[in-house]
């Protein structure tokens, strides 16, 4: 069931928890993935914040783009025939699974492990990306932005460190704006991952005894939230949302009520995202190299 | 180049941003269109300076690089509408994009069936169908003819693509003829495709090409390119082909005038196409006389350029406030043109400033994009309502009058008729009858069901027949124009909550809710021509919004109505003949005969003397 919060001029809200709503909400012709910045203040911020997601040209990022988009099609469908040749992609990142990997099995590595997430995971579009502590920075700085309060977006911004951040993130993904989606925001979620792996494999024989496939189910998880509009009201899922309406699919909140659904990465969706074969691979190699070595 | 329109910005002035606060406070509190004259017409302004701001967007503009700079494009318009603006020889060019005045991402068509909903052929029956014409009171059907005469200037979608038609279900009991039902559906034809590489910061938002030169440049009388201008000059003193007193026909259209843009053509075109031709011819014979030796070409250009001004004048400080009769209108569109000469204005806002000195000859500024005519901007340019279904011909001097139906004053029978009756006695019927209102439920029937006529080149396909008023509301949901509410929102007013709040036109708020079920359904052109309207106005508030912006903006960013509205480009007989001249004198230079009819008569477009 939706939770629906309206305070007018301020803020026009649709929570959607449920599975079923959200893949209802994220199908619906009712629902935009731009954000117009109308209905309240905080659309208006947040509409700002994701309004910086653009090349200098002025082109969108493909996860902001619309459905209708037939760029986003294209992008998509070439990231996908890109990412799904697994095999190719492991063998190109493999110092950097195995560097994974020891972190996982010892929690120790030369880098830091979210520096080798951001470079495998650049390295799955170039095989020459090299990503160091100033690209991490500014990928943590993207996702600050993101997902900051006002008073630390204002800093970021007035301090010229968002488009520091921003211009280098794009210079090192040489423009190519769905590796710059991956290296400054998707990869957090890997990190993440990582992270929750590197928690499984100290806790008792579970490096030895879980599968690949239970340790991704116990370390990746969906983004937390993402967001959407209604640009003219109309029903969703069986409620009336009105229009500029800010929507916020809870989808690590519908994963865990139905893991199987896929909704991490909008399987079958008209979004799907197409890490959705490439990441569970990264993440089970890992686990399986450190596995491998343990052994 | 950049998605952020091309570079342009717009800079408000101090007093600009005060008006625009000021405003914004007074009109939580009371309607721009309830204030006193003055007051209101600075705020149409304000909301001017709002719409230049936020509501100009750049969709590229499609077209290759215009042909190359010839001398004299300095001093007079090109063909094509290239090189007006020299740093940007593209920007309003035939053949570039129609731009828009929303976020290109508001600009998305809905598809599926949402695209469908509700069917336009149930709003042409139900809610657009003339059941009883509603007439216009204030105006005469030359004001209908003037509209066309214009729109047929500034934009052209070209013809509608054959195959992938939209596929509209019609209800059991509908009367669409069976001769033009698909497996129990109308056909629409899409509007033609924009083939031209598409920049990638355009998203999902479709584009489309303006056939036409976005320009105010009398295109419709010398065409859109140099091969057509070429077709229409008689290469002589300048001056334009005659056969006879009427304009050469259409080689390829039976009973049309050949001229630069003769689609729809009816007995109203013929005469203002007729009328400014001859008005050409004539600036031509006063341009020879004061300058001897200048040659056909000069003769041409110079004479294109002054009549063109002539006629943007006109529709400035006469054909709108006819259409827009409120006090405001009354006083803000004659001072857009010929500013406010007042002391104190001057001293506060300067000499130079558009409000002070009018927008002509004031400072060319395309303000935050480059020059386009829009998707919305065309949008509230749907004004079919205005026909009749019968036009009367009423003899000026002796006779019986005798009444018509429109389709047998239109395509091939035009000429025919127009010599039958004779061009005074044509003018003289127009202008003694009203047009309908822009009304909900006032959509001329004929046009319901119309085919348009075969042209002579048999190979080519007969036009289907058409639903115009279904058409009107599919082309503005596949070019992804927004709904009537939505719009509102994205033109600065306040959303409506409910079919009340449109309407107050007895019925109609119930017929809305039956059809649409939500209030953000409403097609646009359903909810522009059911709002209830300001005080003397012929248009709602709404489309109202769109013209305050573009129809200023026809004028400021063009160099030949500002920076190069100067003696040096137009001459001195030029700059006077645009200032000395109206619709009255064009009408009483080429049909002196009308002087009883136009007697006391203060705008030509409302409606005349009748003398018989």
């Known amino acids: 069931m939706a939770i629906r919060i309206t305070i007018p001029g301020i803020i026009r809200l649709a929570w959607l928890r449920s599975p079923d709503e959200i893949v209802a909400a994220n199908d619906s012709g009712v629902v935009q993935r731009s954000l117009s910045g109308l209905g309240g203040l905080v659309q208006r911020s947040i509409a700002a914040k994701l309004a910086v997601f653009r090349t200098p040209d002025g082109d969108t990022w493909p996860a902001f783009r619309d459905r209708a988009d037939p760029l986003r099609t294209k992008h998509q469908k070439e990231l996908e025939k890109t990412l799904s040749d697994t095999r190719t992609l492991l063998k190109r990142v493999a110092p950097e699974t195995g560097a994974l990997a020891s972190y996982i099995r010892s929690g120790s590595t030369n880098r830091p492990p979210e520096i080798i997430v951001q470079q495998m995971v650049g390295r799955l579009f170039f095989e020459d990306y090299a990503a160091s502590e100033e690209s991490y920075d500014a990928a943590h700085t993207l996702q600050t932005w993101v997902s900051g309060g006002p008073i630390k977006s204002y800093l970021l911004k007035a301090s010229g460190a968002l488009k520091r951040a921003l211009d280098l993130i794009i210079t090192l993904a040489r423009g190519n704006t769905s590796c710059a989606h991956a290296t400054a925001i998707a990869m957090h979620n890997i990190v993440d991952a990582v992270e929750r792996m590197r928690q499984l494999a100290k806790t008792a024989d579970n490096l030895k005894t879980l599968s690949p496939q239970d340790a991704i189910a116990s370390a990746l998880r969906a983004p937390k939230q993402v967001v959407r509009e209604t640009r003219d009201g109309g029903p969703v899922c069986g409620t009336h949302l009105g229009a500029r309406t800010l929507v916020v699919l809870r989808l690590e909140s519908a994963r865990q009520q139905r893991p199987d659904v896929g909704i991490e990465f909008f399987a079958k969706g008209w979004n799907q995202c197409p890490a959705h074969a490439v990441v569970p691979s990264l993440l089970a190699e890992i686990w399986k190299k450190a596995k491998a070595a343990k052994a | ?612």
């Open chain 2, 1 to 612: 180049m950049s998605r952020e329109n091309d570079g342009f910005e717009f800079h408000p002035t101090r007093l600009q941003r005060f008006l625009d606060v000021a405003y914004r406070f007074i009109n939580v509190f009371v309607r721009w269109d309830q204030l006193p004259t003055m007051l209101a017409a600075f705020n149409i302004a304000a909301f001017r300076d709002r719409l230049r701001a936020h509501n100009l967007h750049h969709t590229g503009y499609g077209a290759k690089s215009p042909g190359p700079w010839k001398p004299g494009y300095e001093r007079w318009r090109s063909p094509d509408g290239s090189y007006n603006c020299p740093g940007h020889p593209r920007m309003g060019m035939a053949g570039t994009r129609f731009a828009r005045n929303i976020p290109l991402a508001e600009g998305v068509p809905e598809t599926g069936d949402a695209l469908l909903e509700p069917s336009p052929r149930l709003i042409s029956r139900e809610l657009l169908a003339r059941h009883e014409f509603i007439p216009a009171p204030t105006l005469n059907l030359l004001a209908a003819a003037w509209i066309q005469f214009e729109i047929h200037n500034w934009f052209s979608h070209g013809r509608p693509e054959a195959g992938n038609e939209f596929k509209v279900p019609l209800p059991r009991g509908d009367d669409w003829p069976e001769k033009a039902t698909f497996d129990g559906c109308m056909h629409i034809q899409r509007t033609a495709h924009d083939e031209t590489k598409r920049e990638p910061w355009l998203g999902a938002t479709p584009t489309f090409i303006n056939f036409n030169s976005h320009w105010w440049d009398a295109g419709q009388l010398y065409g859109h390119n140099h091969h057509t201008q070429m077709k229409i000059r008689s290469e002589r003193d300048g001056k334009i082909r005659f056969d006879g007193e009427m304009l050469p026909e259409d080689p390829d259209m039976e009973g049309v005038d050949f001229t630069g843009f003769n689609d729809n053509w009816w007995i109203g075109l013929a005469l203002l196409h007729n009328l400014f031709a001859r008005e050409h011819n004539s600036i031509c014979d006063a341009l020879k006389s004061a300058y001897p030796k200048w040659n056909d070409e000069e003769l041409f250009q110079h004479a294109r350029l002054i009549n063109g001004a002539l006629i943007a004048k006109i529709h400035t400080v006469e054909w709108t406030p006819g259409i827009l009769a409120h006090p405001a209108l009354q006083f803000g569109m004659p001072a857009q043109w010929w500013g406010v000469h007042q002391r104190w204005l001057h001293l506060l806002l300067g000499e130079d400033n558009e409000v002070s000195r009018g927008i002509v000859g004031s400072a060319t500024d395309q303000h935050s994009a480059p020059y386009a005519m829009t998707e919305e901007f065309t949008a509230v340019y749907r004004m079919h309502p205005l026909l009749p279904d019968t036009v009367s011909i009423r003899p000026f001097e002796k006779g019986a009058s005798e009444t018509l139906d429109f389709i047998n004053v239109q395509g091939k029978k035009t000429r025919a008729l127009m010599k039958k009756h004779g061009f005074l006695n044509v003018l003289y019927s127009l202008g003694t009858q009203n047009p309908g209102a822009l009304r909900i439920r006032n959509y001329p029937n004929f046009l319901r069901q119309f085919q348009k006529d075969r042209v002579r080149d048999k190979t080519k396909p007969a036009p289907p027949l058409m639903d115009m008023a279904a058409i009107d509301i599919m082309r503005d949901r596949e070019r992804g124009v927004p709904r009537y509410n939505r719009f509102r929102e994205l033109i600065g007013k306040k959303r409506v909550t409910s079919f009340e709040e449109i309407t107050s036109i007895p019925g109609i708020a119930e017929k809305l809710r039956e059809i649409y079920k939500d209030v953000d359904r409403v097609d646009l052109l359903v909810g522009l021509m059911s709002e209830d309207l300001p005080e003397g106005f012929g248009f709602s508030d709404t489309a109202f919004r769109a013209f305050i912006l573009m129809a200023s903006r026809r004028l400021k960013s063009d160099r030949f109505f500002t920076d190069d509205f100067r003696p040096e480009i137009y001459t001195e007989l030029g700059l006077d003949w645009i200032r000395n001249n109206a619709m009255k004198s064009v009408l009483l230079r080429h049909f002196p005969r009308l002087g009883p009819a136009l007697e006391g008569v203060n705008n030509c477009f409302s409606p005349w003397n009748v003398v018989t």
